[in-house]
């Protein structure tokens, strides 16, 4: 599977569209981003990564449930990413989750095996220590592209 998003951006907005659709032409902007009043059908980066993680942590632990023979799970998870520019760069420090679940028969041990497995094997998380491949080019040089490597900061 293949899946993917575009987004454009002028000035200080943009728009983001899934191949999916269920993103089309979303606006997010650098004032949804770093301001408190930011309109409400603006979204950030920072809350899409949100909503990956949530998901992705919702169904890869299901999955795990399932396979551990507890089919069918009642799972709610709440995702927080936090932005902070502690010395002149934007960077996020931590990604925080709460899931409350229903799980008939497990215990506790079990239930918190599982859990961290989950964690730590769903593709967002494994994304999130992935490596980026960046490739660019500039308008107005037709057929020049650049692979650019990414360098630790």
């Keep these: 599977m293949d899946r993917g998003a575009t987004a454009n951006w002028n000035a200080n907005a943009g728009t983001l569209t899934t191949d999916s659709g269920a993103l089309i032409n979303m606006p997010f902007s650098t004032i949804a981003r770093y301001e408190l009043e930011a309109t409400p059908s603006a979204t950030t980066p920072e ?30 998870t709440e995702t927080r990413v936090q932005l902070v520019r502690p010395s002149g760069y934007w960077e996020i420090p931590a990604v925080r989750v709460h899931c409350s679940a229903v799980v008939a028969g497990i215990t506790e041990h079990e239930f918190l095996e599982i859990a961290h497995a989950a964690r730590v094997r769903g593709p967002i998380a494994q994304a999130m220590r992935a490596e980026v491949t960046l490739t660019m080019s500039l308008e107005g040089l037709p057929g020049r592209e650049w692979q650019v490597p990414l360098q630790q900061a």
């Design 47 to 76: 809350e899409l990564l949100a909503a990956a993680y949530a998901a992705c942590f919702t169904m890869t632990l299901a999955e795990h449930l399932a396979a551990a023979g507890y089919p069918s799970p009642s799972l709610r």
